[in-house]
């Protein structure tokens, strides 16, 4: 039997696994949607909307560090099943206690947070099953990284639309039922189409003395000693306080300031994503090609550069254009720090680790956001601009002279 032949199969590991990521991710995106708009219609308050968020947030975040040591101690496939169906149930919960009469506020909040509750974990459980999946395949990691960036994120460019237009045809109660069943179906996909990594040949990695909490503090400490690790943890914080003063803070404003409606917004956003799909797939192609440092940097001093022109508040077309290329150009980032934590993790070591800087690193989005409320109150949305500008400039800067990037 030759290669091609034999192709279908060694990629239906992965096949399945992608395929799973664009049901949840779809339904992720609906619940984005619904859940606000469902609290706001049962308790009235624009407050309590605000305090189920922000809780669920918070509490997503504190559970993906705590979790790390169970998703290596699990393994990466029931992490992965878990998460889709603890997050579903959870989902499907809200509309049915309501419909019993037996939903009161804190056990509203208490539900939204049990869906977020595993999504750290989830996430990380998917990319520790890329490798194992791309090498079945015979597939280079940057190709599979891509493919799976680029997945999530057309997913999530279906999914408010599908959510919105769900609400308005069929209420928040079917909606969040949905994301219900999507989330078991994911979790079925990945049951029946994806292989737990074989470790058969490899040694069993030693789980320090003292249980659990060692285990956290071993990761920590990997965390703290692999110079790598310690500069994607840094960069990654500080892209994602940038990143959420622009998206959450600077586009808004400037949609509402200077283009005069939320359409205008969305229009930003779509084309932010679609570039960002496109960039995606393109990384998939070629990114193998390319080096691995060299094309982060210059795909963050890009990034940087082209934020600098929304400073100039441009008319909608122009702005989203620019949007769309600033996604394309950026896409790259994402899978290329994504492959390193593959690489670059010790054995056994991938949850904690994962889930440790992906807690960092969200932990920066409400100060970024804060900062730039402040920063477009003081000197103005344009000026604000080119601080975010500058300040990625810098970042990208900071990685250049970091020796420990050098390790990519």
């Known amino acids: 039997m030759s ?9 239906a590991g992965l096949t399945a696994l992608l395929t799973a990521v664009a049901i ?29 968020v922000a809780v669920a947030s918070v509490g997503a975040g504190a559970a993906g560090f705590a979790a790390g040591p169970l998703i290596d101690r699990w393994g990466f496939k029931p992490t992965t099943v878990v998460s ?40 990380t459980a998917v990319t520790g099953l890329v490798p194992a999946l791309a090498g079945a395949a015979r597939m280079p990691l940057e190709r599979a990284n891509g493919l799976l960036t680029a997945v999530r994120q057309v997913s999530q460019l279906c999914g408010p ?39 058969s040949a490899a040694p069993a ?32 914080t500080a892209f994602n306080g940038l990143d959420s003063g622009l998206a959450g803070v600077v586009l808004v404003t400037y949609a509402y300031q200077h283009l005069g409606s ?8 779509t084309a ?30 890009a990034a940087g550069l082209l934020i600098a022109g929304l400073a100039a508040l441009p008319p909608l077309p122009l702005g989203a254009a ?22 670059g993790i010790p054995e056994g070591q991938y949850g904690r680790v994962v889930a440790a800087i992906d807690t960092v690193a969200l932990s920066a989005v409400p100060l970024g956001a804060t900062a730039a409320v402040a920063l477009v109150g003081g000197v103005g949305l344009s000026h604000t601009v080119l601080v975010i500008s500058g300040a990625y400039l810098l970042v990208v800067a900071g990685c250049w002279a970091a020796p420990g990037l050098r390790e990519m």
């Open 84 to 123: 889709y169906l603890f997050g579903g149930t959870a989902a499907a919960g809200i509309p049915l206690l309501h419909a019993l009469g037996r939903l009161d506020f804190v056990t509203l909040v208490a539900l939204v947070l049990f869906a977020s509750l595993l999504d750290i974990p989830g996430v």
């Open 322 to 343: 620019l949007l769309a290329v600033l996604g394309a150009v950026a896409a790259p980032v994402a899978p290329l720090r994504t492959g390193a934590l593959q690489r």
């Open 262 to 269: 939320a359409g205008s917004l969305g229009v930003l956003l």
């Open 272 to 301: 932010f994503g679609v570039g960002t799909a496109a960039g995606s797939l393109a990384f998939a192609v070629v990114g193998h090609r390319l080096g691995r440092r060299r094309t982060f940097l210059a795909a963050g001093f």
């Open 24 to 52: 949840a991710s779809v339904g992720e995106a609906m619940m984005i949607v619904a859940v606000p708009w469902f609290v706001l219609q049962t308790t009235g308050s624009v407050a309590r909307t605000g305090i189920v």
């Open 3 to 11: 290669h091609g032949d034999d192709a279908p199969r060694r990629r």
């Open 161 to 199: 639309a599908l959510g919105g237009l769900g609400v308005a045809l069929l209420g928040t109660a079917s909606v969040l039922l949905i994301n219900a069943g999507v989330c078991a179906l994911a979790a079925l996909v990945v049951t029946a189409g994806v292989a737990a990594p074989d470790r």
């Open 205 to 236: 990695p030693e789980r320090p003395a003292g249980g659990y909490t060692a285990e956290l503090r071993a990761g920590l400490r990997t965390l703290r000693r692999h110079r790598l690790l310690r500069t994607l943890t840094a960069s990654s």
